[in-house]
């Protein structure tokens, strides 16, 4: 069974910072790119970070570069999110993604909050 399990989400004050957790199991975990996506409440779902496998290539989004930062550990089949420096404009849902040519799975999201 696929899983794909998001966790460390909650409220936060703007400046402060989180550490989000992906943690995967029922699939090859160390073929597949993961990606970080967030929606906001009546905002489209979007892609904010991702990291491939092999060669942990990364990739941001404009908005969240230098601030958030995407690592992998396949040997733990995890994906972290360090998010540092938030906004309340960072206020989502934020999942977690696994794909490759074939496979797309999908998380069922931790909410980050950010108070002004």
């Known amino acids: 069974q696929v899983q794909l399990v998001e966790s460390g989400g909650g409220l936060v004050h703007a400046g402060g910072s989180l550490r989000l957790s992906c943690a995967a199991s029922?699939?090859?975990?160390?073929?597949?790119?993961i990606n970080w996506y967030r929606q906001a409440p009546g905002k489209q779902r979007e892609l904010v970070a991702g990291?491939?496998?092999?060669?942990?290539?990364?990739n941001y989004a404009d908005s969240v570069k230098g601030r958030f930062t995407i690592s992998r550990d396949n040997a733990k089949n995890t994906v972290y999110l360090q998010i540092n420096s938030l906004k309340p404009e960072d206020t989502a849902v934020y999942y977690c993604?696994?794909?490759?040519?074939?496979?797309?799975?999908w998380g069922q999201g931790t909410q980050v909050t950010v108070s002004s």
């Open positions: 993604n696994a794909k490759t040519y074939y496979t797309n799975f």
């Open positions: 029922g699939f090859t975990f160390s073929s597949h790119t």
């Open positions: 990291i491939t496998s092999p060669g942990d290539s990364t």
